[in-house]
Nanobody, 115 residues
Framework: QVQLMESGGGLVQAGGSLRLSCAAS????????LAWYRQAPGKQRELVAI???????VYADFVTGRFTITRDHAKNTLSLQMNSMKAEDTAVYYC?????????WGQGTQVTVSS
């Protein structure tokens, strides 16, 4: 069994910051890729940021310069630091990883940005 669990969501004011964390039942460095996605009501789930093997990171255009994805070996967690947040960042954020050919998802954590 492979499990992912997000935490750190909540309410934040526009222009503020929030840090999300994802814990895994397996070693984070064993995943072929690790990513953060988000889904707002009535919209498609979209990629926010992804770390591929060897550490290459790709960000969605709408978060470049504001969000940072990191992987912590000691804590075995994946984090998403979100700065300069906007109302349109409001969504459920999901942790995702590919492990041995299968894709796994956390249950999601709600992030709400007030304006």
């Amino acid at each position: 069994q492979v499990q992912l669990m997000e935490s750190g969501g909540g309410l934040v004011q526009a222009g503020g910051s929030l840090r999300l964390s994802c814990a895994a039942s397996e070693n984070m460095f064993s995943f072929n890729h690790l990513a953060w996605y988000r889904q707002a009501p009535g919209k498609q789930r979209e990629l926010v940021a992804i770390i591929v093997r060897e550490g290459r990171i790709v960000y969605a255009d709408f978060v470049t310069g504001r969000f940072t994805i990191t992987r912590d070996h000691a804590k075995n967690t994946l984090s998403l630091q979100m700065n300069s947040m906007k109302a349109e960042d409001t969504a459920v954020y999901y942790c995702n990883g590919n492990f041995r050919g299968f894709s796994y998802w956390g249950q999601g954590t709600q992030v709400t940005v007030s304006s």
